[in-house]
């Protein structure tokens, strides 16, 4: 039984009708896929060779050539996104108004715009500025991609970051000021270890999203895993068509991302689970609600 | 160039791009809609496959790139006799990804009900319908309004994928303009973001408050 609200346990007519639905459900599921199968078939692009084709050892080392260029861009631009993410996540819990408001500008700003334009003005910048130099673009396609996508993903994952100071009990932050602690120890010391550790689940899906929007240098000519595999289609004496070409780097994207997403939804049932021992130990009525929201799969931007 | 030279050359053609991202948008969104309360309405039967296709479903949308969906719709479709146009392929593609989401929303609503609340509307003598009407999808609703609006927000954000495949929308709009030297890259990096914080500052600020207004206390 799934277990949601709607669901009581059944009696026999109850019992019956599922018996029925999911006869249904299952014939029209098979039909589907056989009028699938049979258009698929019929217009020749479930040949064989269209498919065998892909696995030549000259086009999978042009393919994963393209997937390690992919999960570069990915690791470079997570790893300076968490850092500008936690810089401007500090910024923003500042005392100082002027501080305040240049990190709310950057995070509204950045989270409202969509990633493809900023990697498209981000590239125009730099070739219009090489340009205006008569030298060479200062930080081509790689580069570009990942400036975009730390403008991004910083202001996504600062406030991640600051989701997670405030999910803290304020008797953390009190305790600390009680023992005399300043405000840089308070928060390097007692705050942040506990606000980053609970995140944790968090930025990995973040992290999933942005392996998925890795995809979008494809605009710009940056030769990532989409890219290439556009490349593999109909070019030389290959069989491969689009069809076969973005099926198959779909279903690699699908197994790469789905792994993040489901580390995510692990890490986070484990931190749920700790966190209601520990208040449960504390406090049996507590009801401790993360707010690190469902990671079932990656964000939708 | 100057900034009325900039306005006259290129009035018209941002008044068109901005009306194509609008529209699509919408239509998506509320394709979207659509999607979503179908997919969900499978994922919370009690009849089994039609769970486990709609959690297929579900997990293979929100674990690819919107960019592979897009191109596999545009290729794809046409293999199975479905021919569409670009900008229609960009409103189905746009529509199943954010569609995908939005189950998982509705999901989310319908398990944030307690079970405590069905259970009462069955004791007193209600059916599945009557149970579905008056208790559980009206606090469901009311507590996926802010994560409906999140999904607007990230939807109309998402249509500029739609220039990779000729719709000729805001950024695609954009891309013609940087490659004009003399319009200016700065210049045409703000005059098209403003175009889109003009829809999304305000679509966030309503959702916000709309979600303050019906919010359930628990």
């Known amino acids: ?301 | 160039m100057s900034w009325s030279e900039f306005f006259d050359e290129y009035q018209d053609p941002l008044r068109e791009a901005t009306w194509v991202t609008v529209k699509l948008a919408f239509s998506s969104f509320g394709l979207a809609l659509l999607v979503g309360v179908i997919v969900v309405s499978f994922r919370v039967s009690p009849i089994p496959p039609l769970v486990r296709v709609a959690g297929w479903f579900v997990a293979a949308f929100r674990n690819t790139p919107l960019l592979v969906v897009l191109f596999v719709a545009l290729f794809g479709l046409g293999d199975l006799g479905l021919v569409f146009d670009f900008y229609p392929t960009a409103v189905v593609a746009l529509g199943l990804y954010t569609g995908a989401y939005m189950a998982e929303v509705l999901r989310s609503g319908i398990n944030a009900v307690p079970r405590g609340q069905a259970e009462a509307g069955r004791s007193i003598g209600l059916g599945f319908a009557q149970l579905m009407r008056f208790v559980v999808i009206p606090q469901a609703v009311r507590t996926v309004i802010g994560p409906i609006g999140n999904l607007f927000v990230a939807n109309f954000k998402n249509t500029a994928v739609a220039s990779t495949i000729s719709v000729f929308e805001l950024t695609a709009q954009s891309q013609r303009m940087f490659n004009d030297a003399s319009a200016g890259v700065w210049r045409v990096l703000a005059v098209i973001s403003a175009l889109y914080l003009l829809f999304l500052l305000p679509a966030g600020a309503v959702f916000r408050r709309l979600e303050a207004r019906f919010a359930i206390k628990r």
Do not use: C, H
């Open chain 1, 1 to 301: 039984m799934t277990g949601n609200v709607l669901i009581e346990e059944l009696g026999p007519r109850g019992r019956r009708r599922v018996r029925v639905g999911t006869g249904l459900a299952t014939v029209a599921a098979v039909l589907v896929l056989f009028w699938m199968y049979g258009r698929l078939d019929g217009n020749g692009q479930l040949e064989a060779v269209r498919w065998t084709d892909l696995f030549d050892s000259a086009t999978l080392r042009f393919l994963g050539e393209g997937l390690i260029a992919t999960i570069r861009a990915a690791v470079t631009a997570g790893v300076v996104a968490t850092v500008v993410g936690f810089a401007f996540a500090l910024m923003r819990l500042s005392k100082s108004r002027p501080v305040r408001t240049l990190a709310v500008g950057w995070v509204e700003l950045f989270r409202a715009l969509p990633l493809l334009l900023m990697i498209f003005g981000v590239f125009f910048i730099d070739t219009s500025i090489a340009r205006g130099r008569g030298g060479d673009a200062l930080l081509g396609t790689f580069w570009s991609v990942v400036v975009a996508l730390v403008l991004y993903n910083s202001a996504v994952l600062s406030e991640i970051f600051r989701a997670g100071v405030r999910s803290l009990d304020s008797g953390q932050s009190e305790a600390a000021k009680a023992v005399g602690m300043t405000y840089w120890q308070m928060m390097f010391v007692v705050v942040l270890p506990q606000a980053v550790r609970r995140m944790v689940p968090a930025i990995v899906a973040q992290m999933a999203t942005l392996t998925k929007d890795v995809s979008l240098g494809f605009v710009i000519g940056y030769e990532e895993f989409v890219r290439r595999g556009a490349g593999t289609a109909n070019f030389g004496d290959t069989e491969v068509t689009n069809f076969q070409a973005y099926v198959s780097i779909g279903i690699v994207y699908f197994i790469l991302v789905w792994a993040m997403a489901g580390l995510a939804k692990r890490l986070e049932q484990r931190q749920s689970r700790a966190l209601k021992v520990a208040a449960a130990d504390r406090d049996p009525d507590q009801d401790l609600d993360l707010g690190a929201g469902d990671t079932l799969g990656a964000g939708p931007a």
